[in-house]
Nanobody, 127 residues
Framework: QVQLVESGGGLVQTGGSLRLSCAASGRTFSNYGMGWFRQAPGKEREFVAATTWNGDSTYTADSVKGRFTISRDNAKNTVYLQMNSLKPEDTAVYYC????????????????????WGQGTQVTVSS
């Protein structure tokens, strides 16, 4: 059974940084692309960043480009989201997810392309 466990969320002031981690188990992690999404209260789930199965290509949403970086360590079965220069509008629950199909050489911002999701970790940015 696939499990994704996010950690690293918390409360931070505007301009601060956090690093989210997502530990995966139950699947050959290194064969699948991974993504981060977020959902703020009253809003739809939003794509944040994605990486291919081998980490050669990464993609970030325009809203976080230049501030957030996705990376992965296949030896540790973990994907990370480094978040810098945080803003109050980044406040949300952040979810990691694993792709349905392995070995895709392009990342995806479509949540339907992802099969398993973590439980989420809360990020709150105070003004």
């Amino acid at each position: 059974q696939v499990q994704l466990v996010e950690s690293g969320g918390g409360l931070v002031q505007t301009g601060g940084s956090l690093r989210l981690s997502c530990a995966a188990s139950g699947r050959t992690f290194s064969n699948y692309g991974m993504g981060w999404f977020r959902q703020a209260p009253g809003k739809e789930r939003e794509f944040v960043a994605a990486t291919t199965w081998n980490g050669d290509s990464t993609y970030t949403a325009d809203s976080v480009k230049g501030r957030f970086t996705i990376s992965r360590d296949n030896a540790k079965n973990t994907v990370y989201l480094q978040m810098n220069s945080l803003k109050p509008e980044d406040t949300a629950v952040y979810y990691c997810a694993v792709r349905r199909v392995r070995y895709r050489n392009r990342g995806s911002s479509d949540p339907d392309e992802y099969e398993y999701w973590g439980q989420g970790t809360q990020v709150t940015v105070s003004s």
